[in-house]
């Protein structure tokens, strides 16, 4: 069976979830997106740490995560069905940087950029975060950025609230999965379904996260990103400690409250690329724990409760994403990946930037043409500086 569509959008992750609910409310009539495993099993997006921060390099990234930010705040409003609003349990508790010597002046420059884009930070000296943080080891230490106005979310419910909330205005989910893709002048004409179904789309959207190499390579598009394992971690204290912001610190460690007790983790940069989703239980003991320890005392104790493993659709060029589509070669053909865990913090101001490529031609509100496949073309990085 043949069926026309104006945009069919391949995965229906957050980023499709988005993509979908900006481009009805653009004004496009028929979007469908196509989603293999609606129960979101290995998606990336319902195990993510949940962090949303303004404290970016590029301004593109800043711009991105300040209207992202404030549309999670009002994200009940945006997504309410009949009445009953979703939660994402936003918690406002501030988002802080630290590093050690050597990489002053990185993380200078990076607070001016933010501060000159209109973000609320406060640079902070080795003595100022002692005294402001007793319990958090900072000899080693000697700059840190806080943004208090930034925090984390709940994302299973990001997800699901933008999923329902685009099929109630009118976004039509396949549980199906894509096999073939017919190209011809220059465009996307037809995608071949496992379940033997074709849609003719006028418009293309690539979120299929970790496979969207894959998906591109069906066209003839070449992308720079794999899937990259990360664990995180639940621990809880015998003594809590007081309030307190995320952290990330020099080695990459980020720690946050979560419930009762912190979700904990440390990314490994040099993980074999591959969908892996088996824990490690010798890497919380090995390095995880160590590095809480060195860094907040209290950690020494902790017990861990959980830990899981997920994927970052990593984009090996520069970790920052490629949105956008191949101009001259495959017009209608958009991809949204390549996020290296930055996808659900930025998902709306993603979906609103897909909505104007393909409604307007062009992008109105946030220029993110830096952002855009021909710098994967041109081997042109187009990197974040300092701690990503």
């Not at 997504?79 to 349990?89: I, T």
Request: some cysteine; hydrophobic content about 45%.
């Amino acid at each position: 069976m043949d069926v026309s569509h104006d945009v069919a959008i391949i995965g229906g992750g957050v980023i499709g979830c988005a993509a979908g609910y900006f481009l009805r409310r653009a004004g496009v009539a028929r979007v469908c997106v196509i989603e293999p495993d609606p129960t979101y099993a290995k998606a990336a997006s319902p195990i993510a740490t949940g962090g949303c921060r303004r404290l970016f390099a590029l301004r593109e990234n800043i711009l991105m995560s300040q209207f992202s930010i404030e549309f999670f705040k009002s994200f009940a409003h945006h997504v309410a069905l009949d009445g009953e609003a979703a939660d994402v349990q936003w918690r406002e508790e501030g988002y802080l940087f630290v590093v050690g010597a050597g990489h002053e002046r990185v993380l200078e420059a990076n607070f001016r950029v933010q501060h000159e884009s209109g973000v609320k930070v406060e640079l902070m000296d080795r003595e100022a975060l002692a005294a402001r943080y007793p319990w958090m080891r900072c000899e080693d230490l000697t700059l840190g950025v806080l943004s208090p106005e930034d925090g984390w979310l709940d994302p299973n419910s990001v997800l699901q609230g933008f999923r329902r909330k685009a099929q109630a205005l009118g976004v039509e989910f396949r549980r199906d999965r894509v096999v073939e893709l017919h190209v011809g002048a220059r465009r996307v004409s037809q995608i071949e379904l496992a379940s033997g179904m074709r849609i003719r789309p006028e418009a293309v959207v690539n979120a299929a996260g970790c496979w969207a190499a894959s998906i591109a390579k069906l066209a003839g598009m070449d992308l720079p990103v794999n899937p990259m394992r990360r664990f995180e971690h639940y621990v809880e204290l015998a003594t809590d400690l007081p309030r307190m912001p995320l952290i990330k610190d020099p080695d990459r460690l980020v720690i946050r409250p979560e419930g009762k007790g912190y979700a904990v983790g440390l990314v490994y940069s040099d993980e074999p690329r591959g969908f892996n989703f088996d824990v490690d239980p010798s890497y919380f003991e090995r390095v995880v724990w160590p590095a809480c320890a060195k860094r907040i005392p209290a950690f020494e104790g902790l017990k861990l409760k959980r830990e899981w493993a997920g994927l970052y659709d990593e984009c090996e060029l520069d970790g920052n994403m490629i949105l956008g589509n191949w101009p001259g070669k495959l017009d209608n053909f958009f991809v949204a990946c390549g996020f290296s865990g930055h996808g659900l913090m930025h998902a709306p101001a993603v979906g609103r930037a897909l909505a104007e490529l393909i409604v307007r031609g062009r992008f109105e509100t946030i220029d993110l043409a830096r952002m855009g496949y021909q710098r994967v073309r041109d081997r042109v990085p187009y990197a974040e500086r300092g701690i990503i």
